[in-house]
DNA sequence: AGCCGTATCAGCCAAAAGGCTGAGAGACCA
DNA sequence: TGGTCTCTCAGCCTTTTGGCTGATACGGCT
């Protein structure tokens, strides 16, 4: 049996190291490349067409972690990618499984549950972390409370301190549209301030 | 000669292993034990007084890494901690070094800097990473910089989300003089508006 | 006594944000 | 085909916020 050929994504060396150590114990896994971001896994992916790409969310310059997932899915279909990050944020997991994440496992995960995360990854099934998990699963039952992907988008954004200017700018749409999605931004998050929108995000989503 | 004894505090499987396998990779350097926790923490230096800690502060529950390092450091004086985290908080850094912490590393730091934190260490030099020594050095050369007891209490009101009515409300001052704190506290973080500020707090300053 | 930092307050004006209503386009699904 | 969701945009009006200038009061330091 050919063993699961996989791309490392992650900007803290110690982390990649860490990782493939780890994924370095098991035979039928086998890590080919590594990259410390966005722009270097797009390259990573296309040199050596890894099975599963494990990708860190947070990189700290350039091309997000979603931007990657979103590009190498619109590559072509054949990479997995799983998301490896250290925050259960809402909004990420919003995000990421739009952008086409197979999967979302937390950096606190015991090392068997990645494994069977990349195994699952390359049969086409989905793994998440208990955490990340339930919070989906919490967001089922209550659909008028979650945010769609591009009001996500906004609110990951908002939390960085943009004006509604600055927020219109950035994503190609009008000042009116942005304040469209915060209001339903606000009433989703049940606050009625863009300050208060901001403090619960940081701090009930885990963004930072 | 003997090598140097190492106890890895952090609460990501994956890092400790990387860091272990990066650390074993140097003859001089042992690590003799690992801990996941605060309290793991305080358990394995009483068991193996190990000549280096070195410690994440972000620690998923429990005690948190400050304390734990307050903790070892009032024990005995022996252990030498560092910091080694993803954050470069200045609060962050300001308490750590209050606590007693040797040194202040960034997860991205180069191996060698890592290396040489640690032999550092042990002759009782302070390494730092270059961004965080910038942010104590900037810090020292501009006091003008420096939160007032009132602004950093303002500041903190902020990141709750409150209006400057309610702000007003809650210090039992005037609304204008809400506005005036508000307008320093902007100057001094080097924002235009409440929303940045509240993200510079949240990330920059740690207040969470 | 005079100076400086801190905290308090006021008024005025411009800019930004927020509440409301309405509406068109595209996707998806029953 | 019709309903629903999402994303997009506009206008109007009120509230909030931010920039500016100036002022009083208290405490500590020189």
Redesign the interface.
Known sequence: MRSITVLLVD????????????LGTQPDIQVVAEAASGEEALAMVEEHSPAVVVMDLAM?AGMDGIEAIRRIRERNGRQAVLVFT?YDSDADIVRAVDAGAMGYLL?????EE?FAAIRGAVQGKSVMSAPVASRLFQQLRNPDEVLTPREAELLSL??????NRELGQRLFISEATVKTHLAHIYAKLG?E????????A??REGM?
Chains 1, 2 share one sequence.
């Open positions: 900007d803290h060396f110690v982390v990649r190291s860490g990782l493939k150590a780890l700290g250290t950096k606190d995960a015991a090392p990645i908002l939390t960085e301190g943009l004006s606050v301030t863009r300050a208060a929108a901001i403090a619960t940081i701090r930072r």
